[in-house]
C-alpha cells in the first residue's frame, strides 16, 4: 500500500487550498483514508476522515465545517479541500490508512509522506 499526499503550499487567511492523497496497493474497499496534521510544535491530530467501503466521513468539530473530504473513484484519489484558512490550519498534513476511520495515530496502518501547508499574510 502507498500513499502519496500533496498540494501543500503557502496561502493567506481566508484562502483555500485542495490536498491530494494517491491511493495505491488496496485490493478491496475495505479501508478508510484519513487525514491529520501536525502543528508545528504540536502533535498529530485527526482531521477527516472518508470510509471507502460506505461513503461515511467524519471531521474535527474543531473545523467549524471548513474542510470537505471526497473522493475521485476513476483517480484512486481522496481530496481534502481546505476553505477560510486560518493561521492556526499551518501544519504538516498527512493522508493515512486504515480499517476503519479513527481519530487515534495508533490506529493508522499506513502513513503517506507530509505536505506542508501553512496560511500567513
Known amino acids: 500500500v502507498q500513499l502519496q499526499a500533496f498540494g501543500g503550499g503557502i496561502v493567506q487567511p481566508g484562502g483555500s487550498l485542495r490536498l491530494s492523497c494517491a491511493v495505491s496497493g488496496f485490493t478491496d474497499d475495505d479501508y478508510a483514508i484519513g487525514w491529520f496534521r501536525q502543528p508545528p510544535g504540536k502533535g498529530r491530530e485527526a482531521v477527516s476522515c472518508l470510509s471507502i467501503a460506505d461513503g461515511t466521513t467524519t471531521y474535527a468539530d474543531s473545523l467549524e465545517g471548513r474542510f470537505t473530504i471526497s473522493r475521485d473513484n476513476t483517480k484512486n484519489t481522496v481530496y481534502l479541500q481546505m476553505r477560510s484558512l486560518k493561521p492556526e490550519d499551518t501544519a504538516v498534513y498527512y493522508c493515512?490508512?486504515?480499517?476503519?476511520?479513527?481519530?487515534?495515530?495508533?490506529?493508522?496502518?499506513?502513513w503517506g509522506q507530509g505536505t506542508l501547508v501553512t496560511v500567513s499574510s
Open positions: 493515512t490508512a486504515a480499517y476503519q476511520c479513527s481519530g487515534h495515530t495508533s490506529y493508522q496502518s499506513y
